[in-house]
């Protein structure tokens, strides 16, 4: 079933995951220092990449919003992913990306989450959207602020201090 809308921009196709995704995102998974500002900086098992991708699958289901799969319309190739998570423990929607390290310093990033950042708003409706980085990330600290999103505050989030930033209520 497909829960989630394909979103387009001008270089990027966003589409729901599928279980056939999960080779390249383990691969992407296992690239050195793809999480050094996680807080899990471990490599991720076959099992938890599918894991992650079941649970997109039911979080869209459940809230009509997730991540997407960010890919190269040209090629189809999976780069990573990106779009909005829910999260739980504030009850706040968090846009978060991750991509291959092959496409660093492109602008996907920005692009993708700029993309998301509009579904939320525009599409579901949210008035807040939050971003978080740990203080040394410099470059997802440049991707929130071009996303529309400014900083707030230091704040603990699963279990790290981090960066937090968030959408202006519109005028």
């Not at 997407?68 to 990306?97: I, K, Q, R």
């Not at 939050?130 to 505050?153: E, M, W, Y």
């Not at 603990?156 to 519109?170: K, L």
Request: proline share 4%; aromatic share 12%.
């Amino acid at each position: 079933m497909n829960s989630s809308p394909i979103l387009r921009t001008e270089r990027l196709l966003l589409r729901e995951f599928t279980m056939n995704d999960r080779e390249v995102l383990h691969a992407i998974a296992q690239e050195p220092d793809i999480f050094q500002y996680f807080p899990t900086r471990t490599a991720w098992e076959m099992e938890k990449v599918e894991r992650a991708i079941r649970h997109q699958i039911e979080h869209w289901e459940t809230f009509h919003y997730g991540l997407w799969a960010v890919t190269l319309p040209e090629t189809s190739e999976l780069m990573g992913w990106c779009g909005l998570e829910f999260l739980p423990d504030t009850n706040e929607t968090e846009v978060g990306y991750l991509l291959s390290g092959v496409h660093w310093g492109k602008g996907y990033a920005t692009e993708a989450a700029q993309a998301s950042v509009q579904f939320g708003r525009n599409e579901i409706g949210l008035t807040e959207i939050i971003g978080l980085t740990d203080p040394r990330n410099v470059a997802s600290q440049r991707v929130l602020n071009k996303s529309g999103l400014s900083f707030t505050r230091r704040q603990v989030y699963f279990g790290m201090e981090m960066f937090r930033f968030a959408t202006q209520a519109p005028t």
